[in-house]
């Protein structure tokens, strides 16, 4: 009798143990299946991009009042290759990495610059493109050539990008004091430079060049490049799936051809090797 009670007791706990195991194995399942957010994109057919809209060439809304530019082109080109389409929502620069990091898309790609702080935060692709950053005056100033000159004035960056950052913590402290006056977008600051609202601002040419003739700025850019920044493609932290097909897709556009027409058709010239 005790022996029978003791094999029924043992049979019960063998069948706990099974369910047990059971509902565990359905939990990791689902769980990488939750965490993979390629497989989730491909399901859906749609790669969420997120992006400035004010930025040409780089990124800008065209006449049509369509999501174009560098960016854009890079970013559906991607999607292709991923076998999707891309989607994109446009927002000021300064709230991009907040937006991504709270899902409201599934990357960003709107000249990121790749820093060691922002990857405390995020994750990025391998870079697509890099950029010479050059001190911005008006035609009239010859005052300032160099970032020693800084000193005593008012210059002009983007809120929350790179080169505020790199003004605040590596040009400040080292030239001395001036005032940093942020924008949302990049045409507001030119404006302001034109009208000798701000004594400088710094930027890279190729930026430049599209709101310049457009507008009739009086502006130009002095003295050698200050810094180079390589932009990549923004994700969420702990991605690799999709950060490492993003890295396929990007290295299999560099080799076929198409980055170059691409780079070519934006810039009007070759990529730098």
Do not use: H
Request: net charge negative.
């Amino acid at each position: 009798m005790i022996k029978r009670k003791l094999t029924m007791v043992t049979i019960t706990a063998l069948a706990v143990f099974g369910l047990a195991l059971s509902a565990c194995g359905g939990n990791s399942d689902s769980g990488t299946t939750a965490s993979n957010e390629l497989e989730q994109i491909k399901k859906a057919g749609v790669i969420k991009v997120g992006t400035m809209g004010t930025y040409p060439p780089y990124t800008f809304l065209n006449d049509k009042k369509e999501v174009d530019g560098f960016d854009p082109d890079i970013a559906k080109e991607i999607a292709k290759r991923l076998g999707v389409t891309a989607e994109f929502t446009t927002q000021d620069f300064s709230g991009l990495i907040p937006s991504l990091q709270a899902e409201k898309f599934d990357i960003v790609i709107s000249q990121v610059t790749i820093t060691d702080e922002r990857k405390k935060q995020i994750d990025f692709t391998d870079s697509y493109i890099t950029n010479n950053v050059k001190i911005i005056v008006n035609t009239k100033n010859s005052d300032i050539t160099k970032l020693e000159d800084f000193k005593g004035k008012t210059i002009g960056v983007g809120l929350g990008t790179n080169d505020e950052t790199y003004l605040r913590t590596e040009v400040l402290p080292k030239v001395g004091d001036f005032t940093i006056k942020t924008y949302d977008d990049v045409i507001t600051s030119l404006k302001d430079l034109d009208a000798g609202r701000i004594d400088a601002t710094i930027n890279n040419l190729y930026a430049l060049k599209p709101i310049v003739d457009e507008n009739g700025f009086q502006i130009k850019a002095v003295g050698e490049p200050i810094k180079s920044d390589m932009a990549g493609v923004a994700l969420r932290q702990d991605n690799a799936e999709l950060r490492d097909a993003m890295n396929k897709a990007l290295a299999d556009m560099k080799a076929d051809g198409t980055y170059d027409t691409l780079f070519q058709k934006w810039f009007n010239e070759t990529p730098a090797k």
